[in-house]
């Protein structure tokens, strides 16, 4: 079973840029969440989709960021203009339906985000 | 609000040593407890749970960790530590509503000396 894909691995940009991370979560996983990854730090949720929509989206920082899930699938989040502090990884996770309990995400290896 | 807080930024086990990592946590009630590795350059992987019932959870790799509600902690043990055991290792809180989101701790990296 292919696990949560994510792309780029790697991107450096200038600051003021737009950028792009692209997720594809495991087949048949109706959640789907966006973590960001600072250095030095533990991964914090962005956002969080039950299918299409977007359940939780209190700490994605709406003024630069956008996140989509079109059909449920797979997700693009999207920053403009990248700031500096927005350098980090970013992480996509998927979980299958009915997993609330379980607690079992599974995650990507990640985008690392240069932002220079 | 809930929190997790892992105290030691960096421990260095010699191979074959006991490990013990250690999490506490701050919750209105009793939370979904987890903790999650991460190797180099991959994904957090799920290494045990704690959702209710027997207080000490095993996991995978010869992992295991104990819930003690007395003291709000988790912490995470192995008693014979293998050189592939090197990562970061996230402790993690969730919320007991099926949400499903989970508040994660600033990390412990493991360096294992041969």
């Known amino acids: 079973e292919a696990g949560v894909v994510q792309s780029p691995r790697y991107k450096i940009i200038e600051k003021k840029q737009p950028v792009a991370f692209w997720c594809n979560p495991i087949s048949g996983h109706n959640t789907l969440y966006w973590y960001r990854q600072n250095l030095g730090q533990g991964p914090e949720l962005l956002i969080r989709?039950?299918?299409?929509?977007?359940?939780?989206d209190s700490q994605l920082p709406k003024d630069r960021f956008s996140a989509e899930r079109l059909k449920g699938v797979d997700s693009t989040l999207k920053i403009q203009p990248a700031e500096l502090g927005d350098s980090a990884v970013y992480l996509c996770a998927s979980s299958p339906r009915g997993s609330g309990k379980t607690g079992e995400l599974f995650f990507g290896e990640g985008s690392r985000l240069t932002v220079l | 609000a809930q929190s997790v807080t892992q105290p030691d930024i960096h421990i260095t086990v010699s191979e074959g040593a006991s490990l013990e990592l250690r999490c506490n946590y701050s919750?209105?009630?009793?939370?979904?407890l987890f903790w999650y590795v991460q190797s180099p350059g991959q994904g957090l992987q799920l290494l045990l749970k704690?959702?209710?019932?027997?207080?000490l959870v095993q996991g995978i790799k010869g992992f295991e960790a104990e819930f003690k509600r007395s003291q709000s902690s988790f912490n995470l043990r192995k008693p014979s530590v293998h050189w592939s055991d090197a990562a970061e290792y996230f402790c993690?809180?969730?919320?007991?509503?099926?949400?499903?989101?989970?508040?994660f701790g600033t990390g412990t990296r493991l360096t294992v000396i041969p």
């Open positions: 989709y039950e299918n299409e929509e977007a359940v939780d």
């Open positions: 704690y959702f209710s019932g027997d207080t």
């Open positions: 993690a809180v969730g919320e007991p509503t099926g949400a499903n989101n989970l508040f």
């Open positions: 919750y209105g009630a009793t939370p979904y």
